[in-house]
């Protein structure tokens, strides 16, 4: 019987790979894709309606956002997911059609919805990621120098021989990417290929220490910052940091790297956008490989003009972490107005990287927090008047779904 079941689980797993869907034609995106951002397509659905959607390797189903949820037909039920630091109860649907210009792409059956305002990414009108039940079917090129990706045909992708080549296989859990590889001095590593981190890699904490660590003996000038990293139910855990480093130039894998960042990562390795923004990267999910080809030097350079811009907001982004770790302090301690003490729920903050220089004081980050029990939006505006100064909250107040303020609260 267990044979049995492998067997129709292996068929299952080679019918789904051996479909092969309709490619798109090249399509722009974001020239800022690949420094600190992600990559954003603007796919549609059957009524012609646009929605700006972010390609993630590292998500392995399609997410819709709830506003969506009218047009698409009778709820099936709810999934619990584990994504982007939070747990979340996600509707379950039948899947629209979308479509990538005049072609069609192909999903899954199913799709999911959540309040994808949660994840701004610095841009708050985000209505879709495009997971892997969709792009596990397609041969994608990422050329972010040019700022294209192209569908090609899996079986004559045409770069063969035009740089290395990694064997790829799709985790039997999420269905997510992965390389073996020998970068850091690691025989083999495993390492997950996440077109939805910003970083160039990640690595597990053990392995982060001593890899930053010679990376820093290379580079005497590099910036450190942490963020606190959220539990799976959103809390903040007390003690638990995530570390980034950033490094100007160093040398990598034999290679010259500007404006390299590497964090930690309790999950295991992770290789980047930023890392695959270096390459003509060739992701071909049907035949298992990964070809990764050293961009132009003239390409290349496009990358390196970043560091003056970038080193500020690296400065801004810990600050957000402080202001992240004030709030969730006073949300522990039963301080943050309208919030119980000990009251699970869910908090993002929005911010952006040019929402104030980090030298240009006061500088001030807004909080949105929603929980399970009711279906409003909590908003909290903290700010700090000086760099040696302390985050303040300076308003909070509760709106509806659609943004009408319902009451404005006390601050101390």
């Given amino acids: 019987m267990i044979a049995s079941v492998g067997l129709m689980f292996l068929c299952s797993c080679a019918t789904q790979d051996s479909i092969r869907p309709g490619l798109p034609a090249e399509t722009a995106f974001n020239k800022d894709a690949g420094r600190d951002q992600r990559i954003y397509l603007t796919l549609h659905l059957e009524n012609g309606k646009e929605l700006l959607f972010i390609a993630d390797t590292g998500a392995s189903d399609t997410v819709l956002d709830k506003s969506l949820e009218p047009v698409l037909g009778k709820c099936l039920g709810t999934r619990k997911f584990h994504w982007y630091g939070t ?21 899954g059956n199913r799709i999911y919805t ?27 090129q990422l050329d972010l120098a040019a700022h294209r990706i192209r569908f090609l045909d899996p079986d004559h992708p045409g770069n063969e021989n035009s740089g290395e080549k990694f064997p790829l296989t799709l985790s039997f859990y999420d269905g997510t990417p992965r390389i073996h590889a020998n970068f850091f001095g690691q025989s083999y590593a495993y390492f997950m290929v996440d077109t939805g981190s910003p970083v160039d890699a990640a690595l597990k904490p053990k392995l982060f220490e001593q890899e930053s660590q010679k990376l820093k003996e290379q580079t005497p000038g590099q910036v450190n910052f942490s963020k606190q990293l959220k539990t799976s139910a959103g809390e903040a855990s007390a003690g638990l940091l995530t570390h980034q480093v950033f490094f100007p130039g160093i040398i990598f894998d034999g290679g010259a790297c500007t404006n390299f960042i590497l964090s930690d990562c309790p ?25 990764l080809q050293h961009s132009r030097v003239e390409s290349f350079a496009a990358f390196t003009v970043e560091a003056e811009k970038f080193l500020p907001n690296l400065s801004g982004y810990a600050s957000s972490m402080e202001a992240n770790k004030f709030v969730s302090n006073l949300k522990e301690q039963g301080q943050l107005p309208g919030w119980l003490k000990d009251e699970r729920g869910e908090v ?3 911010w952006s990287f040019n929402e104030a220089a980090p030298e240009s004081y006061p500088i001030s980050r807004t909080f949105i927090a929603t929980r399970k029990s009711d279906a409003f939006k909590y908003h909290y505006v903290v700010v700090k008047a000086s760099r040696d100064g302390a ?6 107040w509760r709106t509806d779904t659609s943004g009408r303020i319902l009451e404005e609260y006390p601050v101390p």
Wanted: aromatic share 12%.
């Fill in 348 to 350: 993002a903050f929005s």
């Fill in 114 to 140: 959540d309040d994808l305002s949660r994840f701004s990414f610095d841009r708050p009108f985000i209505l879709g990621i495009l997971g892997m039940d969709c792009l596990r079917h397609y041969c994608i």
């Fill in 391 to 396: 985050w303040k909250l300076q308003r909070a």
């Fill in 267 to 291: 999950n295991g390795n992770i290789l980047g956008l930023r890392f695959l923004s270096r390459h003509l990267a060739t992701l071909n999910f049907p035949k298992r490989t990964m070809c």
């Fill in 87 to 107: 747990a979340t109860n996600a509707n379950v649907y039948h899947a629209p059609k979308l479509y990538l210009g005049s072609t069609p792409l192909l999903t």
